[in-house]
């Protein structure tokens, strides 16, 4: 079967490109299109051409397999094609469901007009790969929707609706039968005289003020956090309105080609891959289904219920909300519809979309109506006795099929798990605050989960829009596990003598959002001396952890509720605090520390070297299965920029060897057992080998 079929219907040639999955722009779809441009502007009998996708979509963008590879630059390359589509005397129209992305949209936007099912969507994703659209879509987009639009439009890569699309100008008509009504509009094209290409209509782009471009780099450029390719799109949007078109696609394509061969797009084409490949399991087997998931209950009304419950109602998943505390059910249930409430005014949620998915929240106050629950997710506080209590009261109420997750954070899932019958159907379903907006669900397999367990919570998160990781069962799982290095360095780092405002400037101008001390202080260190009062119980011998935490907690400045903790706040500006700094000389000196400056390389090395070292222990002991899985945990549970690819990617990229021996200098001051550098990160180096080398020499045994 040709990958693009032809026929001609109604003296309209219809293009239908049938080349699953998602009709990517390979050099066959390519070819294809050329001919069957060609062949119907040399029939006589043809009046137009309508450009529509079998199966679930349109054209949902470039052939990625094909970058790099002689078939990307295989002629008819797509600028060629459009090229060919702009030159028609005939019109020729897209006839859009499904998606129309990136090179799918700029394809698109060569055709004389578009048409689109209601729910069909379009966008120019390429800045989330670490690039511009490189086929006109920065020179195009903006002649039909004006700058302001494509600036936005283009920059955070999102995916617009049709009928959003209609009112944008993308799409010149929504319709209901795509392809009669395509050939329809078609044909009353070519009666009215075919209408000017795209890149031929000035009127958007004419006279635009310099100023818009200088506001959108100043209110946007903070989003951004380091990533090259939003500047360029938008610099490319600017030549658009100043020079001719062949001049803008021009400097288009030294600017694409500019950000091909940067760093940032091999990490964001890493990241891209490690989200998918972190669904595959080597050990469930591919005969594995998942089970159904209809209807979920989640237990705990607090903040992470909450938002959890949202999450599968968002999905169209109805759920039960339970809690035995009345007071604090209701509080809960108010808390979400609030959280609607703050979407719709922000006009990201319809008040029918408000009403649907508050709808699908069931309030209950016991374990009396659980029959027809397929899964349950327990969201308490991290008290191992009440978990037991809780799975065990599960286990009675909830049907043999139903699969038991708890939210835990660090808790023993073997442990939770022997409270109940079924240990094979319980499992880490670990969310991340807010859970109705972060995107890692952290599934941790216990001794005795079964495979259609774990395929089915895999599966169920993707199903609700997270991006789902696989862990093993440890203190911490892959991502806590991890953050400890950090977060606890940073005060190593200021007992020795740098300064919050050094530490938190260094990681954010890296890309976090938010620098480890000021994260302290938003999140609130009352809980957190808890927290490490548990974990000083077992720190090994050789380990000394720091106490600027308490003594911090002891002086009355637990953080941004207190207006003061490593930084002193008005309102939510931080400010440096002399206070803070002469509370961290003290403590240092009732150590012993001899404090002195810091450079900012020296800060980044200690503060994110750590997180590979602990990474590739991870990987020695199977928590992780790849060293791309910790990648996606990062980047999506904890703000790690993904324009690095996340911390394994990256740590690879800036060399091994430099992170063994940020290892190496911290386990001399800080204690050789945690801190020490990963036997696998030795041989690594040693051989000058990558993280692909891992598995091989996990499985020969280090």
């Known amino acids: 079967m040709s990958t693009v079929d032809y026929a001609v219907q109604s003296s309209v040639a219809v293009l239908t490109v049938a080349h699953p999955p998602v009709n990517a722009l390979s050099l066959a779809v390519r070819t294809g299109l050329g001919e069957g441009v060609a062949r119907a502007i040399a029939d006589p009998a043809v009046k137009a051409i309508v450009v529509i996708g079998s199966g679930t979509t349109f054209i949902a963008g470039a052939d990625i397999s094909e970058f790099g590879t002689p078939n990307s630059a295989a002629e008819p390359r797509l600028q060629t094609l459009q090229a060919q589509f702009e030159a028609s005397p005939k019109p020729i129209v897209a006839a859009i469901h499904g998606t129309a992305l990136g090179g799918g949209l700029e394809l698109a936007l060569t055709c004389h007009a578009r048409v689109a099912v209601q729910s069909a969507k379009v966008g120019l994703p390429e800045v989330k790969l670490g690039l511009l659209p490189g086929a006109g879509g920065t020179i195009r987009l903006p002649r039909l929707t004006g700058v302001e639009v494509a600036l936005e439009a283009i920059t955070t890569g999102r995916h617009i609706g049709a009928v959003e699309a209609n009112k944008l100008g993308i799409v010149d008509a929504i319709v209901f039968d795509l392809q009669a009504d395509a050939i329809g509009y078609a044909l009353k094209l070519a009666a009215e005289g075919t209408p000017p290409p795209v890149r031929d209509r000035n009127d958007k782009i004419t006279d635009v003020d310099p100023l818009v471009f200088a506001d959108f780099r100043a209110k946007a450029g903070k989003k951004w956090r380091g990533q090259i390719a939003p500047a360029r799109i938008v610099d490319v949007i600017e030549a658009a ?379 020695e002991e199977g928590i992780a299965i790849r060293a791309s899985d910790i990648d996606v945990a990062w980047v999506n549970g904890y703000g790690f920029p993904v324009h690095t690819g996340g911390p394994m990617f990256w740590g690879e990229q800036i060399g091994l060897d430099k992170v063994l021996a940020t290892a190496r200098t911290l386990g001399a001051e800080n204690g050789q057992t945690r801190w020490g550098p990963s036997r696998l990160l030795e041989r690594l180096v040693a051989e000058g080998k990558g993280w692909k080398d891992a598995p091989a020499l996990i499985a020969a045994g280090l």
């Open 241 to 619: 309105t100043t020079l001719s078109f062949a001049e803008a696609k021009a400097f288009e394509n030294e600017q694409f080609k500019a950000l091909m061969e940067s760093d940032q797009r091999k990490a964001l084409i890493h990241y891209f891959f490690a989200e998918r490949e972190a669904r595959k399991i080597p050990d469930v087997p591919s005969d594995v289904k998942p089970l159904p998931i209809r209807k979920v209950v989640v237990v705990g009304s607090g903040l992470m219920g909450g938002g959890i419950a949202m999450s599968f109602a968002n999905a169209g998943i109805p759920v039960k909300l339970l809690d035995i505390d009345a007071e604090a059910l209701a509080r809960g249930m108010g808390v979400i519809r609030k959280t609607y409430e703050t979407s719709l005014s922000r006009g990201s949620i319809t008040q029918a979309q408000l009403d649907e998915r508050f709808g699908r929240i069931e309030p209950v106050g016991g374990y009396d109506d659980l029959g027809d629950i397929d899964m349950a997710i327990e969201a308490v506080f991290e008290d191992m006795a009440l978990k037991q209590k809780i799975f065990a009261l599960l286990d009675t109420a909830t049907p043999p099929h139903a699969i038991l997750g708890t939210n835990t954070s660090s808790l023993d899932i073997d442990q939770i798990a022997s409270a109940t019958n079924r240990p094979d159907k319980v499992i880490g379903a670990h969310f991340f605050s807010p859970a109705n907006v972060m995107k890692l669900l952290e599934a941790v397999r216990g001794s005795k989960t079964s495979a259609e367990t774990i395929a089915t919570v895999m599966a169920l998160g993707k199903q609700i829009g997270k991006a789902p990781v696989l862990a093993g069962n440890c203190d911490g799982f892959i991502g806590n596990r991890m953050l400890q290095y950090y977060t606890v360095n940073a005060e190593y780092m200021l007992e020795r003598g740098a300064t919050p405002e050094q530490i938190d400037r260094v990681a954010e101008q890296f890309g976090m959002a938010m620098g480890p001390l000021a994260m302290r202080d938003l999140a609130g260190m009352a809980q957190a001396v808890n927290v490490r009062a548990v974990r000083k119980l077992t720190l090994p011998a050789d380990e000394r952890m720091p106490e600027l935490v308490e003594r911090m907690v002891e002086a009355g400045r637990i953080g941004q509720k207190s207006s003061a903790g490593f930084y002193r706040y008005e309102g939510r500006d931080r400010l440096p605090d002399p206070a803070a700094l002469d509370l961290i000389r003290t403590e240092a000196q009732r150590q012993g520390i001899e404090q002195r400056s810091f450079t900012d390389e020296e800060i980044l090395a200690r503060l994110f070297h750590p997180l590979v070292n602990e990474g590739a222990k991870e990987l």
